[in-house]
């Protein structure tokens, strides 16, 4: 059973930096794509970064580019979100999510994803 926990939300001031963590169990990480997704209250669930199974090839949402970098550590199973330059916007629920694929692609879809983690809140106040 496969299994994604995040960790390190929590409340920032505009201009400061977070990373959140998502530690993968159950299965063989490196076989994963990873992505985070965020969602803020009367919101849509929106794609923000997304990194391939073991190319490294990496998304971004356009809002985040420059600001948010996405990394995997295999040997740790676990795939981090870097964001620095915190905007009020960037407020959100953050959700890792893993997709079980042979291929070397980016999925970017919230569809293409077999498993999501619990959510971490991120707050960056103005």
């Known amino acids: 059973q496969v299994q994604l926990v995040e960790s390190g939300g929590g409340l920032v001031q505009a201009g400061g930096s977070l990373r959140v963590s998502c530690a993968l169990s159950g299965d063989t990480f490196s076989s994963y794509a990873m992505g985070w997704f965020r969602q803020a209250p009367g919101k849509a669930r929106e794609s923000v970064a997304a990194?391939?199974?073991?190319?490294?090839?990496?998304y971004y949402l356009d809002s985040v580019k420059g600001r948010f970098t996405i990394s995997r550590d295999n040997a740790k199973n676990t795939v981090y979100l870097q964001m620095n330059n915190l905007k009020p916007e960037d407020t959100a629920v953050y959700y890792c999510?893993?997709?079980?694929?042979?291929?070397?692609?980016?999925?970017?879809?919230?569809?293409?994803?077999?498993?999501w983690g619990q959510g971490t809140q991120v707050t960056v106040s103005s």
């Open positions: 990194i391939s199974r073991s190319v490294y090839s990496t």
């Open positions: 999510a893993a997709q079980d694929s042979p291929y070397y692609s980016v999925p970017k879809s919230a569809r293409e994803y077999d498993y």
